[in-house]
């Protein structure tokens, strides 16, 4: 396929012939079957504990390089940078411990947008999120520490 990929008119090969055109709308359309999973529970709880043991990491950095503060652009970055991690790891599951998830991800966006987002992560509302998710996930047989 090499070439094929990069535009090459003249490297089509006689093994692969071309596949015909879906015929109906049916055909056209994905098959459930062939849409991409919701990921499991446990899958999401490891998936996030992961994203927040490196964005505790990258926080870890930045204050040893900054003496302890967290510039308001570095704290917004990782903040938008977590909260997609968080969402990602969600993905397309609606259970207890993703819709716990995904509040936490809200929650770090809408800091991640604050004035002063340092400050604006640090809330009640993201507290309990927090905890939600972690409860969820001990349900699930996880450990987290969000």
Same mark, same amino acid.
């Given at each position: 396929? #090499? /070439? &094929?990929? *990069? #535009?090459?008119?003249? =490297?089509?090969?006689a093994a692969e012939p071309p596949k015909p055109a879906a015929t109906t709308a049916a055909e056209a359309q994905p098959t459930a079957e062939a849409a991409e999973a919701a990921p499991a529970d446990k899958v999401i709880c490891e998936d996030a504990a992961e994203a927040a043991t490196s964005?505790?990491?990258a926080l870890m950095t930045i204050m040893?390089?900054?003496g302890g503060d967290i510039p308001k652009k570095d704290a917004a970055? /990782? /903040?938008? +940078?977590? !909260?997609?991690?968080?969402? @990602? !790891?969600?993905?397309s599951s609606d259970t207890a411990v993703a819709v716990a /998830?995904? &509040?936490n &991800?809200? =929650?770090a966006a809408t800091a991640a947008g604050a004035a002063d987002p340092a400050t604006a992560a640090d809330?009640? +509302?993201? =507290?309990?999120a927090s905890k939600d998710f972690n409860a969820a *996930? @001990?349900? =699930? #047989?996880?450990?987290?520490?969000?």
């Open positions: 396929m #090499g /070439l &094929a990929a *990069c #535009g090459d008119d003249k =490297a089509t090969t964005f505790k990491k040893k390089t900054t970055v /990782l /903040l938008s +940078e977590y !909260a997609a991690n968080l969402e @990602k !790891a969600a993905g /998830l995904k &509040a &991800a809200a =929650a809330t009640p +509302e993201s =507290a309990k *996930c @001990k349900a =699930a #047989g996880v450990k987290t520490n969000l």
